[in-house]
DNA sequence: TGAAATGTTGGGGCG
DNA sequence: ACGCCCCAACATTTC
């Protein structure tokens, strides 16, 4: 790395100031090393609802990353407007030498580096990137024929041929913290600064920033052991609940990696498995941009003929399909931001197979809620449930609801936290309350179709059109 | 990281 | 004692 007077670490997704690539990096090779992070109007502007928990989490992580820096000697500018204008502004101003950021893979992301790369050159301002927030990069992991795995399986396994100490290794960004330029930036702005008003993030409990991330992953290697059995149960506290964390790089992937690398054992290899999968769909992203346009991975499904029923899907992001388990999970995601993972995927075969909704409208909801959001994994995943992904379940493949939530809440115990008004009825009845007597209904005063909705759709008709549609639906290509 | 339909087997009730 | 039927339990195939 050449060596400069003065660099500009851009951060993005990686809100923390230990094992960090391109802190790191610029740390090593420059004498003042200024920090960014810009609000990017380009985002933020298409978020309609202006109480985003997202922008909070980012918000209160910002503030931790500034103080932390701070308490090294240097500190963090954070800028509200077009990214793609503001650092090359910024870098200017300050007179740095180069800037410092690590790889984004989705295809917005890549356009706006390239953009910035161009900018900066005009201006001979280097621009340096790095893998941060994957274990292996997009063109690391590949099959003997030198292309892009498209199963998971075999990727997985060389995946994990390649995971070695020195990829697991930490930046060791503290031996280097006496380069951070010492300067004062402004205060952060505030949220209703930057267009945004607060959610009730406090009260979920989430902690945020690099701290809340090294305490969930604490409170996690307990349980790792377990994960394998426990993260079914979406009434169990089986997840890491990190998923937040590594969206914004408050916690270290390779430290995470490396942890339950060391740990071995069913459970520590399943949740490693998971990790894997998040690389996989970046690569997957990475390789295949038109996924995120809107494009199935496999293009005989592109066209599949779904009614789309608004009524339906209103009552299925409500949470009112009648449904109890998809009710609770839906009103899990409303309430939190949040979706236990066996969830989503039996929501998500119950939009596409027994509401026969187009799976892109679920992404689209997803991606308005989850506080975990990340196209890749989201794309990924309901490209998996929808059959129309790489690696994807076969079509005819379909959720039973009820049979879904006897077998992973078989008590009713999430069921009855999300949708009270049925927390009367017994773990038996629970999980399809319309086949209760009349009689039953009326002792319990709990009326199907007045006090919880009738099922909107009965299963095993809705089973037999998504097994017509799909059937007759796709697009074979002409020789 | 399914579930339903269909097939097979074997125990027990019964004439 | 025996054959027949029923059906639960399990296995296989089909979607």
């Known amino acids: 790395m050449t060596h400069y007077k003065k660099s ?58 500034k103080a932390a820096l701070q308490s090294h000697g240097g500190d963090l500018i954070v800028l509200n407007g077009l990214a793609r204008e503001l650092v090359v502004q910024e870098a200017i ?3 740095v030498e180069a800037v410092f950021s690590n790889r984004d893979y989705e295809p917005n992301a890549v356009a706006r580096d390239a953009d910035v790369a161009e900018k900066l050159a005009k201006n001979n301002i280097d621009f340096h990137q790095f893998k941060d927030q994957v274990l292996f990069e997009k063109d690391e992991v590949l099959t003997q024929q030198g292309k892009p795995y498209g199963v998971f399986t075999p990727y997985k396994n060389a995946h994990l041929k390649m995971l070695d100490d020195f990829v697991l290794q930490a930046y060791p960004v503290d031996q280097y913290l006496q380069h951070l330029a010492r300067y004062q930036a402004p205060p952060l702005p505030s949220m209703a600064e930057i267009g945004f008003t607060n959610t009730n993030l406090s009260q979920m409990k989430l902690p945020t920033g690099m701290s809340g991330g090294l305490a969930l992953f604490e409170d ?109 999970a839906m009103r899990q995601l409303n309430q939190t931001g949040y979706m236990h993972n066996r969830l989503r995927m039996v929501v998500a075969s119950f939009l596409v197979k027994d509401l026969l909704i187009d799976w892109r409208w679920g992404e689209r909801y997803f991606e308005e809620k989850l506080i975990d959001f990340d196209l890749s994994a989201n794309n990924g995943g309901w490209q998996w449930a929808a059959s129309t992904g790489c690696d994807a379940q076969p079509w005819f493949r379909i959720f039973n609801p009820i049979t879904q939530s006897e077998k992973f809440d078989g008590k009713g115990k999430f069921i009855r936290k999300y949708v009270p008004e049925i927390a009367a009825l017994s773990d038996k009845e629970i999980h ?22 009738a099922p909107i759709v009965d299963h095993a008709t809705q089973r037999n059109l998504a097994l017509d549609l799909y059937k007759n639906g796709s697009q074979t290509l002409m020789e």
């Open 220 to 328: 996690f290697k307990e349980r790792m052991q377990h994960y394998q059995d426990a993260r079914n149960f979406p009434a169990v506290k089986g997840p890491s609940y990190l998923s937040v964390h590594l969206r914004f790089g408050t916690i270290s992937i390779r430290h995470l990696a490396k942890t339950a690398k060391n740990m071995g054992g069913a459970g520590a290899e399943t949740w490693l498995n998971e990790l894997i999968w998040r690389d996989f769909y970046f690569q997957i992203l990475y390789h295949h941009p038109k996924l995120a346009l809107g494009k199935a991975y496999k293009a005989e499904f592109d066209g599949l003929p779904f009614p789309n029923d608004r009524t339906l899907f209103e009552a299925w992001c409500k949470g009112e399909t009648g449904y109890p388990l998809i009710d609770a």
């Open 432 to 453: 399809a309350p319309w086949l209760m007597s009349s009689i039953r209904q009326e002792e319990l005063n709990m009326l199907i179709g007045k006090n919880y909705p």
């Open 8 to 65: 500009l670490v851009w951060f993005r997704r990686d809100l923390r100031d230990y094992d960090h690539a391109a802190l790191y990096e610029a740390l090593k090779s420059a004498e003042e090393v200024f920090c960014l992070f810009v609000f990017d109007t380009e985002i933020l502007d298409q978020l309609q609802d202006k109480a985003d928990r997202r922008v909070e989490f980012i918000w209160e992580s910002l503030q931790e990353l």
């Open 93 to 95: 101003k300050l007179g």
